[in-house]
């Protein structure tokens, strides 16, 4: 899963956020074949903007949204949490009930819920806080800072939250799938593992991708 603020950062694009690597950033999506590519509209308007082919994608909107992605084991429901209004620091309740209502529509037909979410740490907190174990697995984007992973004080909740300028990698490895009675909760290393990765000089650079990306005039 990619996404939202995978191709711009939340303030918006800078001035290295040329057209040449939109149609960049939108190739090397493509090549990736993600799962599931979410973008904000800001995102999908830049895309266009800069004349790049976006791959195919969800654009966030006004209203929550569930998508189900098949999987061998099983399907795995992903809400797209909506976009804040302007300036807030928590979801109105309408909003956050919304998301509820989805998540839990999706609950009575995939093996886990995935909450995909926009808001920012301020309010990705202030939800879990105030909805209770709605999501089981809580993937954050916005304003604050990286979470390589926590959970919920129950543990029926793992939260993380992607780092800014594609500096990290979160591959979340389920072992076996939540179950849904009072008493289950994640346990690390058990039936969840997070394997973090800080994407440093170290990593050597994928051949293909590499051969793609020099196709483009990139800012230096």
């Not at 918006?12 to 939109?22: D, N, S, V």
């Not at 300028?165 to 076996?176: E, N, P």
Request: hydrophobic letters at 45%; a negative charge.
């Amino acid at each position: 899963m990619a996404g939202p603020f995978e191709l711009l950062p939340p303030e918006g694009p800078g001035e290295r956020h040329t057209p040449g690597l939109a149609k960049a950033l939108a190739a090397a999506h493509a090549a990736l074949k993600p799962d599931l590519l979410v973008l904000t509209p800001d995102e999908a308007d830049w895309l266009a903007a800069g004349g790049a082919a976006a791959p195919a994608h969800h654009t966030l909107g006004p209203r929550a949204r569930g998508v189900v992605l098949p999987t061998p084991g099983g399907p795995v429901g992903v809400v797209l949490f909506p976009l804040l209004p302007p300036g807030a620091e928590a979801p109105p309740e309408a909003m956050a009930q919304d998301v509820i209502r989805q998540a839990r529509e999706l609950a009575a037909q995939v093996r886990l819920v995935v909450g995909l979410s926009p808001w920012g740490e301020l309010a990705e907190d202030h939800f879990l806080r105030a909805a209770g174990p709605v999501v089981d697995i809580l993937l954050g984007a916005g304003p604050g800072p990286g979470v390589a992973g926590r959970f919920t004080p129950d543990g029926k909740t793992f939260w993380a939250r992607s780092y800014g300028l594609g500096k990290a990698l979160h591959a979340v490895r389920i072992a076996a799938w939540p179950e849904r009675s009072p008493g289950w909760q994640w346990v690390r290393d058990e039936n969840i593992r997070l394997d973090f990765m800080g994407l440093t000089e170290a990593f050597a650079a994928d051949p293909a991708m590499q051969t793609l990306l020099d196709g483009f005039a990139l800012p230096q």
